[in-house]
């Protein structure tokens, strides 16, 4: 009687996740920065992640190349140097894990966090015009 609870537990189970929205970094990239590019133009490389089972806790860098020229997406973003808030950002997980410094560069930060005077679950794209490649910083405390 318990094997056949447990199978109608894990059945159900699955059937409840097969609907939850897709949860790799193309999508949440996508999705966060409201990007006009499908998941299939996207190549993500992992360059540091502390993440380690915990979803809601840690820093990740990520190096993200773009089939065919991506520069039309970013076009409305700011331009180097950051801004203020970015900078922190930035600055605050150098410990961490070191952000590439670029000077041809567009960026755009999406403050996660319920103050706008404190970044604490963060994300920014720093996108390389000239070798047109990005980088994914996300944080989350």
Partial sequence: M???WAAVVIAILGLCSCGQQGTSVESELIRVFSLSVEESEITV???YNSYEGAPYE?????EISFLGEAGDV???WKTMPYDRETKTLVESVSFYVEVPELERARYKM????SSEKSATNASVVIYDE????GYYLKLDT
């Fill in 2 to 4: 318990f094997v056949l």
């Fill in 74 to 76: 970013f076009r409305e």
């Fill in 45 to 47: 490389k992992e360059l």
């Fill in 130 to 133: 000239e070798e047109n490649v």
């Fill in 58 to 62: 840690g820093i990740a860098l990520y």
């Fill in 110 to 113: 999406v403050n996660g966090s």
